[in-house]
């Protein structure tokens, strides 16, 4: 008790010392009681000391054992806690206990189908358990298994609402969203009495999924009163709004997401989007931007902005825009097929002839690019470059009558020339 009052006055030097000095002439229910105090305050070695020493006095004591493999968990020593709990007998009535840590050890391993088997053996010995039919809906859903964890949740549902902090309906709701079964998860969500910004955020989500947007708004309108540093609702809420055809609230949510998020380059785009939406170009512009700023190759925040620069004859921005991403990385034909149309528009023509050689190397299975690039090479007088490309297009189009007759004229042009 004396030690226990030395860490509890933050003297943890002086309590463990006292401890120590004490073990030599304690018995053996005394030294038990001083492990116990180790583990508690985190002196796990200590502890493994005292309680290796009494197994050797004891050595069939599953008490001893289970605290024991306890300790090598925490000491990150799974394989010497897989020995000690292997080594419990059937008959001792520690067997289940020892074969639900197992399940976990081996699931922590990746071992799923083991620590399962573990665990149904465990519930042989003890079917009423609610923490094994707890551990095995946990198990699966965490594999994904969600239909085979239904049913073990569904077995503690009637007994109790939560096990180790964790919701049944909750759970049960997330399995079932996760089975495509948007509908009834959304019953058990209703039933969830949580002010939990998790739980709200995942009944908003599952609300969403089944189409009801109306519930999922006032969901996550409930996640950002309870806590506006919940970062990811923004996103979702403002996505939400929009779909509701709600553009200037869908708008202020995401620029106050931007507020607790800056670097969230799919809050940027989607403020980019709504502000275009608003006739507010230049923010539309500024928040693209900043997206792509954050991921240059970024290609649905890219090529929205390029198709806005086409939209106001900007056609220097977009060289510029794509070179410089280029430069950081970004790689992609597409950006090279818009860097030739680019260049094309301010009649840059070699420069948009040596993009659209690059794109083809890569877009020459693409019958839009093929007749495009085939018209430009028409007008740039490569005539039987031209042809070439048009007939790899009629392979894929080959019922494109006006490209047909176009590329007979050039044929009939070139034998004449």
Do not use: C
């Amino acid at each position: 008790m004396k030690a226990v009052n030395l860490m509890e006055s933050n003297q943890s030097e002086e309590a463990v010392e006292l401890l120590e000095n004490y073990l030599p002439t304690a018995d053996e229910e005394e030294r038990h009681t001083i492990a116990e105090l180790y583990i508690q305050w985190g002196f796990y070695q200590e502890a493994s000391a005292i309680l290796s020493d009494l197994l050797q006095r004891y050595p069939n004591e599953s008490e001893i054992k289970v605290m024991l493999a306890d300790i090598y968990i925490e000491l990150e020593n799974d394989e010497a806690a897989i020995d000690l709990l292997n080594d419990i007998r059937e008959d001792d009535p520690a067997y289940a206990q020892s074969l639900i840590q197992l399940a976990d050890l081996y699931q922590a391993q990746g071992l799923f189908e083991v620590a399962e088997q573990k665990l149904l053996t465990a519930k042989q010995y003890e079917p009423n358990e609610v923490i094994i039919d707890f551990a095995l809906g946990e198990l699966l859903f965490s594999i994904g298994a969600y239909r085979k964890a239904i049913t073990y949740y569904e077995k503690i549902a009637p007994k109790t609402k939560e096990v180790a902090n964790v919701s049944i309906n909750d759970r049960l709701g997330e399995a079932h969203a996760a089975s495509g079964e948007y509908e009834l998860a959304l019953s058990f969500f209703q039933d969830v009495e949580s002010e939990h910004p998790d739980s709200l955020f995942k009944y908003g989500l599952t609300a969403y999924q089944a189409d009801r947007k109306d519930i999922a708004i006032k969901a996550w309108e409930q996640v950002v009163e309870i806590d506006a540093y919940y970062h990811t609702v923004y996103y979702q809420l403002a996505n939400a709004y929009d779909e509701e055809g709600m553009p200037k609230e869908a708008y202020k949510t995401a620029m106050n997401g931007l507020k607790i998020d800056e670097f969230n380059k799919e809050l940027y785009f989607l403020a980019g989007s709504l502000a275009h939406q608003l006739n507010d170009d230049a923010g539309s512009e500024k928040w693209v931007r900043e997206a792509i700023a954050l991921d240059p190759d970024y290609k649905e925040a890219v090529l929205f902005l390029i198709e806005q620069f086409k939209a106001t004859q900007k056609f220097s921005e977009i060289v510029d825009l794509i070179v410089e991403i280029k430069e950081m990385g970004a790689d992609d034909p597409l950006y090279e097929w818009e860097l030739a149309r680019a260049y094309n528009e301010i009649e840059s023509y070699d420069n948009a002839l040596n993009h659209y050689r690059e794109a083809y190397n890569r877009l020459n299975q693409d019958s839009d690019f093929l007749k495009e690039y085939g018209y430009f090479l028409t007008e740039e007088g490569r005539t039987a470059e031209a042809i070439s490309v048009f007939d790899a297009y009629l392979i894929m189009q080959p019922l494109d009558a006006e490209i047909e007759d176009f590329l007979g004229r050039l044929k009939q042009s070139k034998d004449n020339g």
